[in-house]
């Protein structure tokens, strides 16, 4: 659940606090916790050290920094756009891979993007990832293989 946090308040100044996002967890949980009448030490939890007022207003901070960071996602969007639409190739396969992101959820929507180096799928890949992340779409990117493979890269 702190991970839930953590990636909602991704582009906020508060993106590494741990602390934060601990108390917005427990902060949850116990709110589901005290609708059956039991609260966080009942389980053994440690207790929240913010108030709820504190939460509420590190959570609306993080939002407003999150909404001028998609101001500025808006426009390195719109630059990598207009650079994939120059490419007919990348367009067709961006154009692909997004109907079928906008279509039917039960199918998982995998997909698997190969080509020879130096052919722009590392560009397109960031371009899907942005326009995804721009429209609220949850995304998961993996490879199987060499250097985007590695965990810490």
Request: glycine residues 8%; charged residues 30%.
């Given at each position: 659940m702190i991970d839930d946090f953590k990636y909602r308040h991704r582009?906020?100044?508060?993106?590494?606090?741990?602390?934060?996002f601990t108390q917005l967890a427990l902060n949850r949980i116990e709110s589901i916790l005290l609708q059956h009448n039991v609260?966080?030490?009942?389980?053994?939890?440690p207790s929240?050290?913010?108030?709820?007022?504190?939460?509420?207003?590190?959570?609306?901070?993080?939002?407003?920094?999150?909404?001028?960071?998609?101001?500025?996602?808006?426009?390195?969007?719109?630059?990598?756009?207009?650079?994939?639409k120059a490419n007919p190739e990348q367009l067709a396969a961006f154009n692909t891979i997004m109907s079928a992101v906008h279509g039917s959820r039960d199918r998982g929507n995998v997909f698997y993007l190969k080509?020879?180096?130096?052919?722009?799928?590392?560009?397109?890949?960031?371009t899907i990832i942005l326009t995804c992340e721009m429209e609220g779409i949850l995304i998961q990117v993996s490879a199987f293989t060499g250097?985007?493979?590695?965990?810490d890269y």
């Open positions: 582009y906020s100044n508060c993106r590494n606090d741990f602390e934060l609260c966080l030490t009942h389980f053994g939890l929240l050290t913010m108030t709820e007022d504190d939460l509420r207003l590190l959570t609306l901070v993080s939002e407003m920094e999150e909404e001028i960071a998609l101001v500025d996602k808006d426009e390195e969007l719109a630059v990598i756009t207009d650079k994939v080509g020879r180096g130096g052919c722009g799928k590392t560009f397109l890949l960031n250097v985007a493979a590695r965990p």
